[in-house]
């Protein structure tokens, strides 16, 4: 199989980077807006428009960056704005709220598993550089959703995890679990940035745990 050069691994990451973290959010979005809280609705936030969700460091200095000394790619677009009070069951809705991003991601993931094995089959009959495009960006879609997936299910609170954890604890103790929030981002970047590098604590941790997942996603249709 070829071996890509930076520009090449840019150029097939963008899109599958772009459109994890833009459903992901837009997800997010629908659902609080079916629950009955259209915070995201009047914001303009339920949309599959990119630039209503990109996060210019977030979305794209981050993922170019990790990508280029290769550790695990990550990012994030900006939060979709939820007002939990508005939900019609605001304990449950929040739960399903938060399910509903990483939901999203597997439901993607599966989708360019299918981009992916189109690819491998246009390779396997022509041997062309839309095959190999299409092949790539299957194997870095697959990827990048599976990593947004397991990121967000973390307990950290800010992530979806905490939010699913918080639904379930009692109102006391989820409230103080979420004043931990503000320092989530510092606690994160220090996860990523600590040794071993590459691929960071945080990826040597989650490594093991998305790499399993990749497996299961990809071993039905034989994409290797």
């Known amino acids: 199989m ?6 090449q691994k840019i150029a097939v990451w963008i899109l599958p980077v772009l459109f994890a973290l833009t459903l992901h959010e837009f997800a997010h979005g629908w659902v609080a807006h079916k629950l ?26 981050l993922p170019m960056l990790l990508l280029s000394l290769g550790g695990l790619i990550l990012g994030w677009a900006k939060p979709t704005p939820i007002t939990w009070q508005n939900l019609r069951h605001p304990r449950r809705g929040m739960a399903l709220v938060a399910l509903a991003g990483p939901l999203a991601n597997l439901i993607m993931a599966g989708i360019w598993l299918g981009i992916g094995k189109l690819g491998a089959l246009v390779i396997s009959q022509f041997n062309n550089s839309i095959g190999y495009l299409l092949f790539f960006m299957g194997q870095a879609g697959i990827a990048i959703n599976c990593v947004i997936l397991v990121l967000n299910l973390l307990p950290l609170p800010g992530l979806d995890g905490s939010k699913i954890i918080t639904s379930l604890l009692p109102a006391k103790v989820g409230n103080f679990y979420n004043r931990l929030e503000p320092y989530a981002f510092f606690i ?23 790499n399993s997942l990749i497996s299961i996603l990809i071993w039905p249709l034989n994409l290797a």
């Open 2 to 7: 070829l071996e890509l050069t930076l520009v």
């Open 36 to 61: 009955g809280d259209p915070t995201a609705k009047l914001l303009g936030r339920v949309s599959l428009n990119p630039f209503k969700h990109v996060d210019p460091l977030g979305t794209i200095v």
């Open 188 to 210: 994160l970047l220090a996860l990523i940035l600590l040794p071993p590098y590459p691929p960071g604590l945080l990826g040597a941790l989650l490594s093991p745990i998305i």
